[in-house]
């Protein structure tokens, strides 16, 4: 009986995962890796802790609803808990369905990966880099770096994106499919700290703060979130504007101007803020934001609010400034120029084609017998499992019909 043949490039989320599974469908697999070991940004995930899925998922978690809606459906989070625990993982789901190996060890993930690589007889090499990829007739060969070759009936392409690069994804899959003839969407980094135009930065680094925040494209609030924000010389970051980053640096990369607005006050409305102030009108007015708003920003929203001098007492203030330092109190705005680069982000934005893979399968339309996952694909999620669990429900797509023999003899004859 014929064992069919299935390369894997790329030994990270997606690559072995879809191992595993083409291995237990009877599969001779082979990963060919190009660090010294597998799995190394996985070993970086959930700062350490690796966020593996988001009991939540669902599709409009993601860039490309129409394409992962058959892999979430199939390969749901649960099933990756179920997965995971077959191999040793107890699940810990902690608020917003963030869900954690109970070791808390992102390390446990690729440990377990690799006792049931080893007990599947995948043959994992490490320290090889592909280079290309040849279509023959009716098989591929796979090129490394270093001039050896591999065979087989079919390829799994599971190089990732170019977030992180130094873990090993360094975008160099685009140039792979692009050999193989197909396009690539705009690639660019999504889920990132973005950079702000502002004088104040200097002085608010460092700040950090649970704070609503929201993106601003021509006077209209796209997204909101509530969480930390953190101020650095650059810019602004936290999970807040890590979920903000796709979406401003789509409108930025499209020459669109877009704002970062800050809501300092949440628990109190404009009203109440006034009589805070009609309270205060023998303060100085930076005195008398002590106590409502973190003191970092106190001097920045002042000189904001084209108030000259700090010290200037609440009941001096024109009612314009006044009401303007209330109205900066509810809606500050920094205007996005650009984000931190690949090295800085989370996930790619951008990548091959979806009209080019089969969302049932994931093989390519162009090629077939190649199969395509992961972040290398033109699909990222939110921050908080989301992208993982993309890597595992394609990952998953790829192993099973990449093994599947029938299919295979049919395209023999
Ligand atoms: C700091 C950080 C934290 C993150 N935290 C989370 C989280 O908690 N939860 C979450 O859901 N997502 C998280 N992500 C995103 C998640 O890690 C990725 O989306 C996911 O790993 C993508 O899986 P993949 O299989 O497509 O690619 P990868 O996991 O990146 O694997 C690709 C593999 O291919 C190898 N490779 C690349 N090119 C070649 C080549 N030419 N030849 C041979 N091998 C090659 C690479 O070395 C790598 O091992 C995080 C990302 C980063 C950077």
Known sequence: MKKLKVIVIGGGASGMLSACVAAQNGANVTILERN????????????????????????????NQEFVSYGLSVFTPSRTMDFFKELGIEPK?????????????????????????????????????VISVIRRKSSFTVYLEDGTSFDGDKVILATGGKAMPKSGSDGSGYQLAEDLKHNITKVFPALVKLKLDSPYLKHLQGIKMPTRVSLVHKGETLQTEEGDVLFGNYGISGPTILQLSRQAMNLYNKGEKVYIKLQ?????????????????????????????????????IIK?????????????????????????????????????????????AGGV?????????????????????????????RCGGYNLQWAWSSGYLAGVNASRLEQWLESQM
Do not use: H
């Open 36 to 63: 010294n070991r597998v799995g190394k940004k996985i070993l970086a995930t959930g700062n350490g802790r690796c966020n593996y899925t988001n009991t939540t998922a669902n599709v409009t978690d993601y860039n």
């Open 93 to 129: 789901v902690e608020k917003e369905g963030k869900a954690y190996p109970l070791s808390e060890q992102a390390s446990s993930i690729i440990d377990v990966f690799l006792y049931e690589l080893n007990r599947l007889n995948v043959n994992i090499v490490t320290e090889a880099k």
């Open 264 to 300: 300092l006050v949440q628990q109190l409305n404009k009203k109440e803020v006034a009589e805070r102030f009609s309270n205060s009108k023998e303060k100085a007015v930076d005195f008398s934001l002590v106590g409502l708003i973190n003191k970092r920003y106190i001097s920045a």
């Open 304 to 348: 904001e609010a084209k108030i000259e001098k700090q010290n200037t007492l609440v009941k001096d203030l024109s009612t314009k400034q006044l009401e303007k330092l209330i109205d900066l109190l509810f809606d500050w705005r920094f205007l996005v120029t650009g984000s931190k680069s690949f090295n800085d982000a989370q996930v790619t």
């Open 353 to 381: 084609s979806t009209k080019e893979i089969n969302e049932q399968t994931m093989e390519s339309k162009i090629v077939k017998g190649l199969f395509i996952t992961g972040e290398l694909q033109d699909i990222d999620g």
